[in-house]
Nanobody, 121 residues
């Protein structure tokens, strides 16, 4: 099993980034997918999730209206479009897979290695 996250980088406040997470080694279309993030000195937190079919999405309050999670089951890839970024969004972003989407990290079976997002003020 492999989850390869990419798309992080350095961006100015107000800018945008698009994260991608390419999955392999499991039946991607049977798993819900999520993004979590961990800022320096803070606990890992839930950001967004999408059900296996892509019909339902979930967001933490601080990113609603700014971030959009999506998936392409034909490409075994989940995305997260991040707009209007603020310095508070600076973190290592991880993708994760679970048969049922949850907001708690402990419920996710597979994890990617993380991609760093840095937002300058």
């Amino acid at each position: 099993v492999q989850l390869q996250a990419s798309g992080g980088g350095l961006v100015q406040a107000g800018g945008s980034l698009r994260l991608s997470c390419a999955a392999s080694g499991f039946t991607f279309s049977s798993y819900g997918m999520a993004w979590f993030r961990q800022a320096p000195g803070k606990a890992r937190e839930f950001v967004a999730a999408i059900t296996e079919s892509g019909v339902r999405t979930f967001y933490t309050d601080s990113v609603k209206g700014r971030f959009t999670i999506s998936r392409d089951n034909a490409k075994n890839t989940v995305y997260m479009q991040m707009n209007k970024l603020t310095p508070e969004d600076t973190a290592l972003y991880y993708c994760a897979a679970s048969v049922v989407v949850y907001r708690n990290a402990e419920s996710y079976k597979y994890w990617g290695q993380g991609t760093l997002v840095t937002v300058s003020s």
